[in-house]
C-alpha cells in the first residue's frame, strides 16, 4: 500500500451532529438560559413547582397517552429495546430454543432443574427490576411455576416415557412456549412530550393525596423523528406545564393561559396571537365526529390523500390541513361548538369569560383539534411572528381522562408545551432580546498582565473580581501590552485592566476603557467600587 493510500484509509471520519439536531452555541445560549430564569421565576409566581422526568420511558406509555394513531406514535418515535440480564436472556434462548428434543425421563429431569434453575433467576430479577414486572411476564412466571411441577412428573411416571419418545411432550412444548413469551428488557422511547410522563409520575407518587391540584411544570429535550427544517428539530425543547388533579373549572383554563401569556410578555415576545377553541367530551366529541366523517365522505374524492386517509383514523385531523385545495372545502364543514353537549358549551362559554376578566385577548378558532389524542374540551395554541410556516410557540389543551387512562384515579388536568427553539427563534428576530444578551456579556473585563510578579497579583485580581460578580478573561500566558488590548477588542471586552511591574509596585492598577481609550488610575478598592457603580 503507497504511503498516500494509507493516509487516506487513517483519515477519520468527520463527525457531524445527527440530522435534526443540533449544537446551542455561545452566545445564543445566553438567550436560552434568560428564558429558563425567566420560566423559573413566572412560573413560581403562579404557584408551580417544577419536576424533572426521565428522558425516556416505556414505549406504551407514550402510546397509550399519546394514542396509536397518531403521527407521533405511528411513526416518529425514537424507541429500542433495553436488556440487563443479557446472560437470562441467553439461558432463555438455549432452552426454548436450541435445546435437543428430550428424549427420555432422564433428559426430561435435566431438562427441568434447567428450567427451574431459570425460574428461580427470573423471579429474582423481576423482584429486583432488572426484567420489567409486564403484566405478561408475571403471568408467565406464574405459569412457569404451575407447569414446572407437572412437567417433573412426567419423568417420574415410566409409561409417559413412550410418549415423550413420540416428540415433544405437550407440557414441555407449553413450557418452551412460555419461556419465548418472556421480555428482558422494556421497549423504551425517548420521550417525543412530556404530558404522559407528568402523569405516570403523578400516579407513581400517588400525588392525588397532595393538596389538589398539583402544579408542575418541566424544561428539557423531546424527540420526534419528524422532517427537519426551520424551527422544526428531531431533538428539540419544550418548556411546559400541567395541572393535575381537584376540579375542571373554567378559571384553571383560563389562568394557565394568562401564565403562558404573561411568561410571553415579560419576554416581550413579538406577534403573540392565542387561539382557542372546545373539542367537547368523550359524550358529545364521537357523535360531531361521526356527523364530520360522514360529511367527509360526501366530499372524499376532492381531498388529498392524506386527509382521505384521515376520514377514516382521524378526522378531526383534516381540519389541520393547510393544502390550499381543501380550504373551501372544510369552510363547509360543520363546526363543532354547535355540536357541544350542554356541559362542554357552558365550560367553553365560562372559559372565555375567565380570559375576560384577566384581560387575555383570544381568537376563536373552530378548526383547532390538536394532534394529540388525549385532549378534551379546552384546546389552545399560541403563534409568535418570525417563524415562516412553524409558527406555533405553544400548544396545549385539557385532557381529565389521561390519568385514568394510565391506570391512576379519576384526575382532571390541562396544560401546554411551548416550543422553546420556536420561541427563541422568535425573541432572535426581535432586536431587542438581542442588544440585551449583548449588553450583559460587555461587562467583560480583559487582564492584560507582564510579567510574572503581575501574574500573581492578576491571578488575585481575577479571584476578587469574579467573586464580586464580573466576567473576566485572564490570558494564561503572557503577552506584548498591544496584543493584549487587541485580543480583548476582539473579545468585545469593555475594559482592560493593565498589570505591569509599575502598577504592582505602586499598587495602583490602570483601567483603560476600550470604547474611547481613556485610562485611570485605580486601588483595587476604588477599581471594584468603580465597577459596581456602572
Ligand atoms: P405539541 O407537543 O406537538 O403540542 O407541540 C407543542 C409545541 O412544541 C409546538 O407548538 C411547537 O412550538 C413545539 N414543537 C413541536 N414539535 C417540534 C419540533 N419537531 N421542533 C421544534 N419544535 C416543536
Given at each position: 500500500?503507497?504511503?498516500?493510500?494509507?493516509?487516506?484509509?487513517?483519515?477519520?471520519?468527520?463527525?457531524?451532529a445527527?440530522?435534526?439536531?443540533r449544537?446551542?452555541?455561545?452566545?445564543?445560549?445566553?438567550?436560552?438560559?434568560?428564558?429558563?430564569?425567566?420560566?423559573?421565576?413566572?412560573?413560581?409566581?403562579?404557584?408551580?413547582?417544577?419536576?424533572?422526568?426521565?428522558?425516556?420511558?416505556a414505549?406504551?406509555?407514550?402510546?397509550?397517552?399519546?394514542?396509536?394513531?397518531?403521527?407521533?406514535?405511528s411513526?416518529?418515535?425514537?424507541?429500542?429495546?433495553?436488556?440487563?440480564?443479557?446472560?437470562?436472556?441467553?439461558?432463555?434462548?438455549?432452552i426454548?430454543?436450541?435445546?435437543?428434543?428430550?428424549?427420555?425421563?432422564?433428559?426430561?429431569r435435566?431438562?427441568?432443574?434447567?428450567?427451574?434453575?431459570?425460574?428461580?433467576?427470573?423471579?429474582?430479577?423481576?423482584?429486583?427490576?432488572?426484567?420489567?414486572?409486564?403484566?405478561?411476564?408475571?403471568?408467565?412466571?406464574?405459569?412457569?411455576?404451575?407447569?414446572?411441577?407437572?412437567a417433573?412428573?412426567?419423568?417420574?411416571?415410566?409409561?409417559?416415557?413412550?410418549?415423550?419418545?413420540?416428540?415433544?411432550?405437550?407440557?414441555?412444548?407449553?413450557?418452551?412456549?412460555?419461556?419465548?413469551?418472556?421480555?428482558?428488557?422494556?421497549?423504551?422511547?425517548?420521550?417525543?412530550?412530556?404530558?404522559?410522563s407528568?402523569?405516570?409520575?403523578?400516579?407513581?407518587?400517588?400525588?392525588?393525596?397532595?393538596?389538589?391540584?398539583?402544579?408542575?411544570?418541566?424544561?428539557?429535550p423531546?424527540?420526534?423523528?419528524?422532517?427537519?427544517?426551520?424551527g422544526?428539530?428531531?431533538?428539540?425543547?419544550?418548556?411546559?406545564?400541567?395541572?393535575l388533579?381537584?376540579?375542571?373549572?373554567?378559571?384553571?383554563?383560563?389562568?394557565?393561559?394568562?401564565m403562558v401569556?404573561?411568561?410571553?410578555?415579560?419576554l416581550?415576545?413579538?406577534?403573540?396571537?392565542?387561539?382557542?377553541?372546545?373539542?367537547?367530551?368523550?359524550?358529545?366529541?364521537?357523535?360531531?365526529?361521526?356527523?364530520?366523517?360522514?360529511?367527509?365522505?360526501?366530499?372524499?374524492?376532492?381531498?388529498?390523500?392524506?386527509?382521505?386517509?384521515?376520514?377514516?383514523?382521524?378526522?378531526?385531523?383534516v381540519?389541520?390541513?393547510?393544502?390550499?385545495?381543501?380550504?373551501?372545502?372544510?369552510?363547509?364543514?360543520?363546526?363543532?361548538?354547535?355540536h357541544?353537549?350542554?356541559?362542554?358549551?357552558?365550560?367553553?362559554?365560562?372559559?372565555?369569560?375567565?380570559?375576560?376578566?384577566?384581560?387575555?385577548?383570544?381568537?376563536?378558532?373552530?378548526?383547532?383539534?390538536?394532534?394529540?389524542?388525549?385532549?378534551?374540551?379546552?384546546?389552545?395554541?399560541?403563534?409568535?411572528?418570525?417563524?415562516?410556516?412553524?409558527?406555533?410557540?405553544?400548544?396545549?389543551?385539557?385532557?381529565?381522562?389521561?390519568?385514568?387512562?394510565?391506570?391512576?384515579?379519576?384526575?382532571?388536568?390541562?396544560?401546554?408545551a411551548?416550543?422553546?427553539?420556536?420561541?427563541?427563534?422568535?425573541?432572535?428576530?426581535?432586536?431587542?432580546?438581542?442588544?440585551?444578551?449583548?449588553?450583559?456579556?460587555?461587562?467583560?473585563?480583559?487582564?492584560?498582565?507582564?510579567?510574572?510578579?503581575?501574574?500573581?497579583?492578576?491571578?488575585?485580581?481575577?479571584?476578587?473580581?469574579?467573586n464580586?460578580?464580573?466576567?473576566v478573561?485572564?490570558?494564561?500566558?503572557?503577552?506584548?501590552?498591544?496584543?493584549?488590548?487587541?485580543?480583548?477588542?476582539?473579545?468585545?471586552?469593555?475594559?482592560?485592566?493593565?498589570?505591569g511591574?509599575?502598577?504592582?509596585?505602586?499598587?495602583?492598577?490602570?483601567?483603560?476603557?476600550?470604547?474611547?481609550?481613556?485610562?485611570?488610575?485605580?486601588?483595587?478598592?476604588?477599581?471594584?467600587?468603580?465597577?459596581?457603580?456602572?
Open positions: 500500500m503507497s504511503e498516500g493510500a494509507a493516509k487516506k484509509e487513517d483519515k477519520p471520519r468527520k463527525f457531524q445527527i440530522r435534526g439536531t449544537d446551542l452555541l455561545p452566545p445564543e445560549t445566553a438567550l436560552w438560559n434568560r428564558v429558563e430564569q425567566t420560566v423559573h421565576s413566572v412560573f413560581a409566581t403562579f404557584g408551580f413547582g417544577e419536576i424533572r422526568p426521565p428522558i425516556f420511558e414505549t406504551e406509555l407514550f402510546a397509550r397517552a399519546v394514542g396509536g394513531e397518531t403521527d407521533i406514535v411513526k416518529e418515535m425514537y424507541a429500542f429495546e433495553d436488556h440487563e440480564r443479557p446472560d437470562l436472556a441467553a439461558l432463555r434462548t438455549t426454548a430454543y436450541r435445546n435437543p428434543d428430550v428424549l427420555n425421563a432422564w433428559s426430561v435435566l431438562y427441568i432443574e434447567q428450567v427451574n434453575e431459570f425460574v428461580r433467576a427470573f423471579e429474582d430479577a423481576i423482584e429486583k427490576r432488572e426484567i420489567p414486572a409486564t403484566p405478561d411476564n408475571l403471568r408467565a412466571l406464574d405459569d412457569l411455576k404451575n407447569q414446572v411441577p407437572r417433573s412428573m412426567i419423568g417420574t411416571d415410566p409409561a409417559s416415557n413412550v410418549h415423550i419418545t413420540g416428540g415433544f411432550d405437550p407440557i414441555i412444548a407449553g413450557i418452551r412456549e412460555l419461556l419465548r413469551a418472556i421480555q428482558f428488557g422494556d421497549v423504551i422511547t425517548l420521550r417525543p412530550e412530556a404530558t404522559a407528568v402523569c405516570r409520575a403523578y400516579i407513581e407518587h400517588n400525588m392525588q393525596q397532595l393538596p389538589q391540584p398539583v402544579k408542575l411544570y418541566y424544561i428539557g423531546m424527540f420526534r423523528r419528524e422532517r427537519p427544517q426551520k422544526r428539530y428531531r431533538q428539540f425543547y419544550q418548556i411546559g406545564a400541567e395541572i388533579g381537584g376540579t375542571d373549572a373554567p378559571a384553571i383554563d383560563a389562568e394557565v393561559i394568562e401569556m404573561t411568561f410571553f410578555d415579560k416581550e415576545l413579538q406577534g403573540v396571537q392565542l387561539d382557542i377553541n372546545s373539542i367537547g367530551c368523550r359524550d358529545c366529541r364521537p357523535k360531531y365526529v361521526e356527523l364530520l366523517r360522514a360529511e367527509l365522505l360526501k366530499v372524499k374524492d376532492k381531498l388529498g390523500p392524506d386527509s382521505q386517509r384521515r376520514i377514516e383514523t382521524n378526522p378531526l385531523r381540519l389541520d390541513s393547510k393544502l390550499d385545495s381543501e380550504q373551501t372545502i372544510i369552510a363547509k364543514l360543520p363546526h363543532i361548538a354547535d357541544l353537549c350542554e356541559d362542554c358549551a357552558t365550560h367553553y362559554a365560562a372559559v372565555k369569560r375567565q380570559l375576560e376578566l384577566r384581560g387575555v385577548l383570544y381568537r376563536e378558532n373552530w378548526r383547532l383539534v390538536r394532534g394529540l389524542d388525549y385532549y378534551m374540551r379546552t384546546t389552545f395554541e399560541i403563534t409568535a411572528a418570525g417563524l415562516g410556516s412553524q409558527n406555533a410557540v405553544c400548544g396545549g389543551g385539557r385532557y381529565d381522562g389521561l390519568v385514568e387512562l394510565l391506570g391512576g384515579p379519576p384526575t382532571k388536568g390541562i396544560g401546554f411551548i416550543g422553546e427553539d420556536r420561541l427563541i427563534l422568535s425573541l432572535q428576530e426581535s432586536e431587542k432580546a438581542q442588544s440585551r444578551v449583548t449588553s450583559h456579556q460587555s461587562l467583560l473585563i480583559y487582564i492584560a498582565w507582564m510579567g510574572q510578579n503581575a501574574h500573581a497579583t492578576a491571578i488575585r485580581a481575577a479571584k476578587d473580581l469574579r464580586a460578580g464580573f466576567s478573561e485572564l490570558p494564561p500566558v503572557e503577552q506584548k501590552f498591544g496584543k493584549a488590548l487587541g485580543q480583548a477588542d476582539k473579545l468585545g471586552a469593555r475594559f482592560a485592566l493593565i498589570l511591574d509599575n502598577e504592582v509596585a505602586e499598587g495602583l492598577w490602570t483601567l483603560k476603557t476600550l470604547a474611547d481609550g481613556s485610562q485611570q488610575k485605580l486601588t483595587e478598592q476604588d477599581l471594584l467600587d468603580f465597577l459596581r457603580k456602572l
